[in-house]
Structure formats: C-alpha cells, structure tokens
C-alpha cells in the first residue's frame, strides 16, 4: 500500500517547516495530500516568496485541496485511517485553538478532528512566542486528546552550521514522532 500523508500549512511564521516537510515526503515517495489556508498562503509569499501555483508546479505529484473543501475525502474517518499521519506545519495558534475546541471552520480543523477521533498521529509544529495560558491550556487539550505537540524549539547539540540544518532537526523530529525513518539530524551522541 502507498504511503499518504496529509500536511497543512497555516498562518504561523515558519511556512519553512511546512515546504521543508513537503520537500523530504515527497522525495520518500509519500503520496500527499496538501492543504493551505488563506492565512498560510500569505506567509508563504511573505516568508518564501512562493505562491501556492508555484508549489503545484514544483510538487506535480502532491494534490492540493482547498480548506474549503470539507466534504473532501481525508475529512472522513474511514478514508483518514489508511494514511501514516497528519502533519500541521506551522501551527497557528489559531487553528489549535480550534483543534483544541472543536470547532470546524474548515478542511485543516476537520483533518485534526478526524485524526484525534480515529487515532491517526497528529503531530502539531505550533510556532508562537511567548506562549500566552490559552495557548498553553490549548496544548494540553489536544495532547491529551492523543495529538504530538512539538514546538519550533531547536536543540543545538548537533551544531548545526545552518537555517537549514535548524529547520532539518524540527522536521526530523516530526518525522520521528510518525515513526518515519530519516536522517535529517545527527541524533544525540550519535556514533556515525
């Protein structure tokens, strides 16, 4: 069977991690389902300078879905629970609070609701700082609801000598957290 992945952009500063992320999945041979919201389309011009036309032309195997698109298939639990994870990258505070809520505003919300309820991992890369007490009540909500919070915190025993090899560690970690293998980062006390 393929391997599918859905990833989400949203808002946050760090549309980095989440081109990063298609990047190296679409480079395993994931199929992916990519979905951007309004917000995360403006910072990835802001941040990137690419528009999401550009991405469909970089990434002609990805498909990308409108967040409009709610009644698309990996909004259903019986379609959701053949793929090896979702993948929210950056994570807005915003769309966490939403996650954490329950509230469907649109196709990101309900991909997270369908992961929480069917088990699937749901690895959230959220990219804020400081946090605020809502925040941090948001994070807690949605681990304890089974998804991974993994903020946008580097470690910097790998010294690593880059941007790159600083986004290389967050998107490794969240591959880590999907069980899928990489080896974007020297890991701790690594002996190769």
Known sequence: MAKKAVLCITGASGSIYGYRLLEVLDGMGFNLDLIVSTAGA?????????????????????????EKA?????ASGSRLINYTGVLVAPCSMST??????????????????????????????????????????????????????????????????SVEEIVDFIVGKALDNLRIEHNLYKRWKSQD
């Open 42 to 66: 403006v910072v990835l011009k802001e941040e990137l300078g690419l528009s999401l036309k550009d991405i469909q032309q970089r990434f002609p195997r990805v498909r990308l879905v409108s």
């Open 70 to 74: 709610i009644a698309d298939s990996v």
């Open 96 to 161: 966490l609070a939403c996650v954490a809520n329950g509230i469907n505003q649109n196709l990101i919300h309900r991909v997270c609701e369908t992961a929480l309820k069917e088990r699937v991992p749901l690895v959230l890369i959220v990219r804020e700082a400081p946090y605020s007490l809502i925040h941090l009540e948001n994070m807690l909500k949605v681990a304890r609801a089974g998804a991974t919070i993994l903020p946008a915190s580097p470690a910097f025993y790998h010294k690593p000598k």
